[in-house]
């Protein structure tokens, strides 16, 4: 009986140590591991168990402690290295754009003086051609000129002797056998023995007072109002019409004669064919 006794109270012991037992646990959870993270600094336990707020500590445990507002210092130096990488590629991209900017800027440069140089051979270009040109027009407008001239030139003399013939001869010309003496000739004529008539083969020593040089190939005669004589030495022989010598005028009296589309002159029995030449009309002995 006496063992029975103490059983109850063994038993109200044991769910006392008990009791005691799981109060002492629930006080060990509520500290939060007691303390540093289960009894150390290590691991994360530290990070998980701490909380900052304010930056103030609350009392009570370093695990109570909240930490807020603001990113830490470290947090700041990653955030100013981030800039300080933002700002070297901003400044790496201001000289590239720099670069591109000049490398844009020179080959505009160049482009420009290229074409400015290429201008520059173009007015020369033309400035040549404009004066090859008009050293072309001036030689042509020369050319004209002179030929006009000699046509000027020609048609007086033409003009002169037909003035001539008019106011002085009278007649003459070819008989066959020799010529008349043209009335022009004045003074002369008796002077070198002509009165009766220019004879084929005679000999003057002197030309008459009027005349034209002609050439019949190396050949060279005088004519003057159709009457022909060749350079001798120092004298002049009275010789028939040349066939083949060209005149710019005919001695009066002689008879126009068309065929086909040319035209004769019939001169006392010496014939000349009209052509142009140098632009002014000429004839040439054919026949006699």
Same mark, same amino acid.
């Given at each position: 009986m006496k063992n029975l006794s103490y059983k109850p109270f063994i038993l109200t012991l044991t769910v006392l140590f008990t009791t005691l037992i799981l109060l002492s646990d629930v006080v060990y959870a509520g500290r939060g591991g007691g303390g540093r993270g289960g009894g150390g600094r290590g691991g994360g336990a530290r990070t998980s168990s701490v909380q900052r707020s304010g930056g103030a500590r609350s009392g009570g445990s370093r695990s109570t402690v909240n930490r807020g507002g603001g990113a830490s210092s470290r947090v700041g130096s990653s955030s100013s290295l981030q800039n300080r990488g933002n700002f070297s590629n901003s400044r790496s991209q201001a000289r590239q754009g720099?670069? &591109?900017?000049? /490398?844009?800027? *020179?080959?505009? $440069? %160049? !482009? =420009?003086?290229? +074409?400015? #140089? @290429?201008?520059?051979?173009?007015?020369?270009?033309?400035?040549? &051609?404009?004066? /090859?040109?008009? *050293?072309?027009? $001036? %030689? !042509? =407008?020369?050319? +004209?000129? #002179? @030929?006009?001239?000699?046509?000027?030139?020609?048609?007086?003399? &033409?003009?002169?002797?037909?003035?001539?013939?008019? $106011?002085?001869?009278?007649g003459g010309g070819w008989y066959g056998g020799g010529y008349y003496a043209p009335s022009g000739w004045g003074a002369w004529t008796a002077a070198v023995g002509f009165t009766t008539g220019v004879i084929l083969g005679a000999t003057v020593s002197s030309p008459p007072p009027y005349y034209d040089t002609v050439y019949v190939g190396s050949n060279s005669y005088i004519y003057s109002d159709g009457v022909y004589l060749e350079p001798v030495n120092d004298s002049y022989t009275v010789i028939s019409p040349p066939i083949g010598a060209v005149v710019n005028y005919l001695p009066d009296g002689c008879n126009i004669i068309q065929e086909e589309n040319t035209q004769y002159y019939d001169c006392a029995g010496v014939y000349y064919e009209t052509f142009y030449q140098n632009g002014a009309t000429v004839y040439k002995v054919v026949q006699f």
């Amino acid at each position: 009986m006496k063992n029975l006794s103490y059983k109850p109270f063994i038993l109200t012991l044991t769910v006392l140590f008990t009791t005691l037992i799981l109060l002492s646990d629930v006080v060990y959870a509520g500290r939060g591991g007691g303390g540093r993270g289960g009894g150390g600094r290590g691991g994360g336990a530290r990070t998980s168990s701490v909380q900052r707020s304010g930056g103030a500590r609350s009392g009570g445990s370093r695990s109570t402690v909240n930490r807020g507002g603001g990113a830490s210092s470290r947090v700041g130096s990653s955030s100013s290295l981030q800039n300080r990488g933002n700002f070297s590629n901003s400044r790496s991209q201001a000289r590239q754009g720099t670069r &591109q900017q000049n /490398a844009g800027n *020179r080959q505009g $440069n %160049r !482009q =420009q003086n290229q +074409g400015d #140089r @290429q201008n520059i051979r173009n007015d020369r270009q033309g400035t040549r &051609q404009d004066n /090859a040109g008009n *050293r072309q027009d $001036n %030689r !042509q =407008q020369n050319a +004209g000129n #002179r @030929q006009d001239n000699r046509q000027q030139n020609a048609s007086n003399r &033409q003009d002169n002797r037909q003035d001539f013939r008019n $106011n002085n001869w009278r007649g003459g010309g070819w008989y066959g056998g020799g010529y008349y003496a043209p009335s022009g000739w004045g003074a002369w004529t008796a002077a070198v023995g002509f009165t009766t008539g220019v004879i084929l083969g005679a000999t003057v020593s002197s030309p008459p007072p009027y005349y034209d040089t002609v050439y019949v190939g190396s050949n060279s005669y005088i004519y003057s109002d159709g009457v022909y004589l060749e350079p001798v030495n120092d004298s002049y022989t009275v010789i028939s019409p040349p066939i083949g010598a060209v005149v710019n005028y005919l001695p009066d009296g002689c008879n126009i004669i068309q065929e086909e589309n040319t035209q004769y002159y019939d001169c006392a029995g010496v014939y000349y064919e009209t052509f142009y030449q140098n632009g002014a009309t000429v004839y040439k002995v054919v026949q006699f």
